[in-house]
């Protein structure tokens, strides 16, 4: 017999920390289902064993906020069932099918909060898949859950609030930050002095990074386009062109990426509507202010329903419990849906205000040479993708794959995805709505050949 | 704005069978359009798991499927790209003694056809094919039997017709089709009117809704194949594989990846879209992991599932209308069309141009099923072998 949970929340970011918070509160007791060994999700992610560095260090301003999710998440555990290191690669039928340790399981569920986060956004140039090059992320991820960099001398490179974040994290964990690229021109970050009136302390704070790190002597750059990485089986260099100027800088690490994309995979696989989202430039589950899907019983919250950062996902993951309680027939308190409606509101007009300060680089493939891989895991360039285009006078992603084989290997798509449609927008001359969307297909991360059912 | 069409032949459904029937009445010289609802080779000729096979089909088939095997090596010809269309043979498992004998049986009875069926004892299987292994009580080998990529040959076909002169036309669904003095009058798309002399229905699950409005409709059914892929690995398996009984099949493609399908998806609300179902993934994933030891520690990375048109008696319909001059049918391939679909096309050639062909097709009429009751068409295919 599958276990059938009243509610499931899948994530333990500070979405589903607080989500689950709300539940509990309410007298439930969610399922929590993360991919993570520890709760916390990207932005608060704990090293997987203490390694005696304090908040501080691995959280800089943010520190206190960890500290208290961390602390109300611990203090949830024995009112949850929690389910650490295990994924959810596929829903069907008010199920999902689960694996840790190379075991499947099912679990039934009524009601569903999704907060599966988001990945780094990437775009591909040349030399991008060399050994050394690494999403912000990652290098993020490297530097809090390990404690190591991922090189000597490292190069960050892209557009978005962690580009700067991350140089500073590095600066100050010891590392030797060589050079900060903004693929955006400097004007572009004026229009945060307009983002000061929703949130002054995460514009002054994130402005401070920037101001940080020329004290420490490191360089920024604006305007940048990468032309090639140097090394033949590790990055050894970097060269861009800032404006008119080319320059190169010696770094045995990149660290790269455009803001995020949200994962939005399971919601698809449920049945949820996508509705095209113009700031961040791709198809996201459409809900309503309090993050109720069209599907019965399917709540999302967090950056895996548009990106909006890790406060906004606090509110958000509250408002979706909230909301499974009303619909449940249960109390819930009205005043605080309101306000926290209305604060996530503001969080978006911030957001708004930030993708403005941290652009997508337009016309990036003007200067992609044709040679570049566009998708690493099938080793399908750019002019393959462009030929297949033209010869075939594509206008759909799917399509697309399906001629192409881009976006067909380990990772379905999910890093090379954004790239395939501006690739295809541009050739085409159309709108990035027009061509569609990836549909997701279980498993939604590859699976072991070996998984076997719980026991069998 | 009407957009008026007028051509020789009209195509409902762009698969491989109308595709390749649009290609050969090109060559042949006739005008042609072919419609589809979505994109040419995006159901089941394009989904499919992409086996060349003749080993396993029943004697009335044979005919039509050796026509086929004369044509699957002209690909580059035909159409511009080999499809990875390669004679790697065709290798059926047998796990128990009686499913062997049953292979030797089929052997017995199709020798006439030229398939060359080599029979192999469990212990001479897994001397021959050393990456085996499992409860095998034995094997049949066809070894100019194969496997191409379906994604690629299906869409291919469409693009050469379209290069030899046809019109194609794409997201355009059919939506009435009338007999008139001189041929057929249809509405098409938002704004399409067609007339033309000569009628094709190759719209695969959907085609019955086409027969029945020319009064003879089919005992159609829909089945969902369930679809593995794993990661691409080092070359190891040369044969696609099957298994006598159906539940397993599996080919490994150029790029590494290993192709295994077994069991069924099903339909999703919206009934043209379909998935694969988990419970047959993972007895699929069970299956290859006993198969193939060497297969330990891969990673599948993507299941997925197609909608495929099934008759009650495992066979196709082929051939003219019963009701109307000028009409045509192909449908109904039951999970086995990729490798016949070629010479469907051609057989359609044939039909329209000089209204007969060489080919025997007579075991495919539409006619026999004149006398079923309607009751027929919700029965569900049960025949798994077909599938591969």
Request: glycine share 10%.
């Amino acid at each position: 017999m599958n276990e059938t949970a009243s509610v499931v929340v899948v994530g333990a970011g500070p979405a589903g920390i607080c989500a689950a918070k709300a539940l509990v509160a309410a007298g439930l007791r969610p399922v929590v289902i993360d991919e993570g060994l520890r709760a916390g999700g990207q932005i608060y992610r704990r090293p997987l064993v203490d390694d005696g560095r304090s908040a501080t260090d691995l959280y800089g301003s943010e520190a206190a906020k960890a500290t208290r999710l961390h602390r109300e998440f611990d203090a949830l555990l024995p009112s949850i069932d929690y389910r650490p290191q295990t994924l959810v690669w596929n829903i069907a039928d008010n199920q999902l099918h689960l694996t840790a340790n190379g075991v499947h399981q099912r679990i039934g569920f009524q009601n569903l909060i999704l907060t599966t986060g988001a990945t780094d956004r990437v775009l591909p140039f040349p030399g991008w898949t060399l050994p050394g090059v690494y999403t912000l992320g990652a290098a993020q991820t490297a530097l809090k859950a390990q404690g190591c960099t991922i090189g000597k001398r490292v190069v960050f490179l892209g557009s978005g609030p962690l580009l700067y974040l991350v140089a500073w994290q590095y600066v100050k964990a010891g590392g030797d930050v060589a050079a900060v690229l903004d693929t955006a021109p400097f004007a572009a970050k004026l229009n945060l002095l307009s983002a000061i009136r929703f949130d002054p302390r995460l514009v002054l704070t994130g402005m401070s990074y920037a101001a940080r790190l020329v004290r420490r002597g490191v360089k920024l750059h604006y305007n940048v386009r990468p032309t090639g990485v140097d090394g033949s089986q590790h990055v050894e260099g970097l060269n861009f062109k800032s404006g008119a100027k080319t320059h190169s800088i010696a770094c045995d690490a990149v660290a790269y990426g455009f803001a995020l994309r949200a994962e939005t995979q399971l919601a698809d696989l449920a049945g949820c509507p996508f509705r095209f989202d113009d700031r961040d430039r791709t198809w996201l589950p459409a809900t309503d202010d309090a993050g109720r899907t069209s599907c019965k019983g399917i709540y999302l919250a967090g950056d895996g329903s548009g990106i909006a950062g890790a406060d906004a996902a606090e509110i958000s993951g509250e408002l979706a419990a909230l909301a499974v309680i009303q619909d449940s027939g249960m109390a819930a308190d009205p005043r605080r849906m309101s306000v926290l409606a209305g604060a996530r509101r503001r969080k978006a007009k911030l957001r708004d205000i930030l993708e403005k300060a941290f652009p997508f680089p337009q016309n990036w493939f003007d200067q992609i040479p044709g040679a570049t891989t566009l998708c690493r895991c099938e080793e399908i360039t750019v002019s393959s993708v462009i030929d297949t285009v033209h010869g075939n006078d594509l206008r759909e992603l799917n399509r697309l794959k399906a001629l192409s084989r881009a976006g067909m290997g380990r990772c379905q798509g999910r890093m090379c995805s954004a790239a395939m449609a501006e690739i295809l927008a541009s050739t085409q001359k159309l709108k990035l709505p027009e061509i569609g969307r990836l549909r997701a297909q279980a498993p939604i991360k590859p699976l072991p050949l070996s998984l076997h059912e719980a026991g069998s | 704005m009407t957009r008026r069409f007028s051509a020789d032949v009209a195509i409902i459904g762009g698969g491989l069978v109308g595709s390749s029937a649009a290609l050969a009445l090109r060559l042949a010289g006739l005008s042609v359009i072919l419609m589809d609802k979505g994109f040419c080779g995006a159901q089941a000729s394009g989904v499919n798991y992409g086996g060349v096979r003749r080993q396993g089909r029943p004697m009335g088939q044979l005919p039509l499927s050796q026509r086929a095997h004369q044509i699957w090596p002209q690909l580059n010809a035909l159409i511009g790209i080999d499809g990875e269309y390669q004679r790697s043979g065709h290798l059926k498992l047998a796990r128990t003694p009686e499913d062997f004998a049953k292979l030797e049986h089929y052997a017995e009875t199709v020798k006439s056809f030229g398939l060359d069926l080599e029979l192999y004892t469990g212990a001479m299987a897994k001397a021959r094919f050393p990456w085996l292994s499992g409860n095998i009580a034995g094997a049949s080998l066809c070894p100019d039997d194969g496997q191409a990529n379906p994604r690629l040959v299906s869409p291919a076909f469409a693009k050469a017709a379209r290069d030899a002169g046809a019109i194609v036309l794409e997201h355009t669904a059919v939506h009435a089709a009338v007999h008139t003095n001189d041929g057929f009058a249809l509405q098409a798309g938002a704004d399409c009117e067609i007339t033309c002399r000569f009628l094709i229905n190759s719209a695969g699950a959907w085609a019955n809704k086409i027969a029945a409005g020319f009064d003879e409709p089919a005992p159609l059914s829909r089945i969902y194949p369930s679809m593995v892929v794993t990661e691409p690995l080092a070359p190891r398996l040369p044969v696609s594989l099957g298994e006598e009984g159906g539940g397993f099949y599996c080919r490994q493609v150029t790029r590494g990846n290993y192709i295994m399908g077994g069991g069924r998806g099903y339909a999703l609300a919206d009934p043209d879209f379909s998935r694969p179902s988990t419970t047959a993934a993972l007895s699929v994933m069970k299956r290859a992991t006993t198969l193939f030891p060497h297969l330990a520690g891969a990673h599948v990375i993507r299941f997925w599932s197609g909608t495929e048109g099934q008759l009650p008696d495992n066979n196709p319909v082929i051939g003219p209308s019963g009701t109307t001059p000028g009409l045509f049918h192909a449908f109904g391939f039951c999970g086995a069309g990729f490798q016949v679909a070629p010479a469907v096309g051609a057989i359609l050639c044939d039909l329209v141009t000089s209204g007969e062909t060489a080919t025997p097709i007579d075991a495919f009429s539409i006619e026999r099923f004149r006398n079923m009751s309607s009751q027929h068409n919700e029965k569900k295919g049960t025949h798994n072998e077909m599938v591969e």
